[in-house]
Every structure is written in structure tokens, then in C-alpha cells.
């Protein structure tokens, strides 16, 4: 039962550095979406796919990139990191339709740092 | 605007009696569901109950209930019986179809419930 993973759960980076987090879901979900979550906060959005090779902004896109290259993976870029990134990252996938059983889905979180 | 509201930064209970956590949301769409996680100390975040926009009956899941009050644009989370595993950050969300594709789903800013022994 992996559902969604993302990689890594911990990671410090230096201002300017560049890094990638990594997401793949098993569960064959149309959607994808990344999310951070800064300290006592809700989510916020920011970017979403509804299949491979289409990919779009959310509330809070600048910084970041995406690329969704399978239905399984939905990477998210961070470039030029700077201390506004500062957050929790949050992968997730759904699927279309109504009903409970198209929750989202999360995976556990990427604490990210900058300094 | 705010689509989804949650008044009570905080909430204390008693553990073993019940508790209301507040949540508001704000939609056009006539077709939208409404769902409640739960995000322990540890980060993740839980699936706790679902409601969809259509659905008459208020949704039930063991220990928790949803108020749903349509016309209020009301969707409290009911917790009874606390125990103090319960103790967490609550969040409200409601998925919508979004303009163009796709579905959006958009979260409140959380509660954050302590159960006291």
C-alpha cells in the first residue's frame, strides 16, 4: 500500500542551491498536486496536473517548477532557492468524479529548510 | 475571498466529551464535496469524513459526524466521545470543479484541538 510517495522527507538547502522533490503515486490518479504548508498554516497550492504532459499554476507558483512526464511521477523543481521557501511540501493525487472515494490523497511531507 | 473558513484557531475539550469544529465555505458550483483531515504532530494528513453537495443524509464515520447545513454554507466536523489521540491540527476542505478541467480542492487554515486528560 504505498499510495504517494515523495523523497526527501528532510532536506536543508543553502540559499541560491536548486533541487528537485520527487513524487510518484501507484494508484493510477489522473490528478497530481503540490502543496507547501508554512508553520500553522492551511495549504496552499502550487501547481497541478490532470495528466502526463499537462501540468498548470496554483495560488503560489513562483519559485517552482513542474514537469509530469508519466501519470505516476510529478517531480516539483525548486530553483534559486531562497528562505520564503521555507515550508512542508505535500505531493497529492485524486481522481475525477465526485463521491469519497475521490478524496486527495497525501503523501507524508517534505520538510524543506533554507538557510 | 476566503473559500473555506475556519473561525476557532484553537479548541480545548474535555477528554471523553464532544466538540464542534467550525468550518464555512463559499462556492458557486452546485456540485462540490466537502471533506475534514486530520494532521497529527507527526505531519501527515489523514482522511477523516466526506460529504458531497448533493447528499441528503449528514455523513457519519465511527466517532465523527458532519453537520452539514447547506443553505448556511455549513460543514462542522463533530468529534464525540475525545479521546486524546484526537489532539491535532483539523483542517476543512472542499473540492469544485475548476473553469477549464481538472477539480480544485482548497483547505481552510486548521484548527488546532487539544484534548485534556
Known amino acids: 500500500n504505498a499510495g504517494v510517495t515523495q523523497t526527501p522527507k528532510f532536506r536543508i538547502l543553502k540559499i541560491g542551491q536548486s533541487m528537485t522533490l520527487q513524487c510518484t503515486q501507484d494508484m493510477n490518479h489522473n490528478y497530481m498536486y503540490w502543496y507547501r504548508q508554512d508553520p500553522g498554516m492551511g495549504l496552499k497550492l502550487i501547481y497541478y496536473?490532470?495528466?502526463?504532459?499537462?501540468?498548470d499554476k496554483g495560488e503560489v507558483p513562483n519559485g517552482y517548477n513542474v514537469s509530469r512526464s508519466t501519470t505516476e511521477d510529478f517531480p516539483l523543481r525548486l530553483e534559486l532557492a531562497a528562505p520564503s521557501q521555507t515550508s512542508v511540501y505535500f505531493c497529492a493525487s485524486s481522481n475525477p468524479g465526485q463521491g469519497a472515494g475521490n478524496t486527495i490523497y497525501f503523501g507524508e511531507g517534505s520538510w524543506l529548510t533554507v538557510v | 475571498a476566503q473559500k473555506i473558513t475556519q473561525t476557532q484557531p484553537g479548541m480545548f475539550v474535555q477528554e471523553k466529551e464532544a466538540v464542534t469544529l467550525d468550518c464555512t465555505y463559499d462556492?458557486?458550483?452546485?456540485?462540490?464535496?466537502l471533506f475534514w483531515y486530520k494532521q497529527p504532530s507527526s505531519g501527515e494528513m489523514i482522511f477523516l469524513i466526506y460529504q458531497g453537495s448533493y447528499d441528503q443524509q449528514n455523513a457519519t464515520e465511527g466517532r465523527y459526524s458532519l453537520n452539514f447545513q447547506k443553505a448556511r454554507k455549513s460543514a462542522n466536523l463533530v468529534i464525540s466521545a475525545s479521546q486524546l489521540g484526537d489532539s491535532a491540527m483539523y483542517f476543512c476542505?472542499?473540492?469544485?470543479?475548476?473553469?477549464?478541467?481538472?477539480?480544485?480542492?482548497?483547505f481552510g487554515p486548521g484548527t488546532r484541538l487539544s484534548v485534556l486528560p
Open positions: 496536473s490532470v495528466g502526463a504532459g499537462i501540468t
Open positions: 476542505a472542499m473540492r469544485e470543479p475548476r473553469d477549464n478541467y481538472g477539480q480544485n480542492f482548497v
Open positions: 462556492t458557486s458550483d452546485p456540485s462540490y464535496g
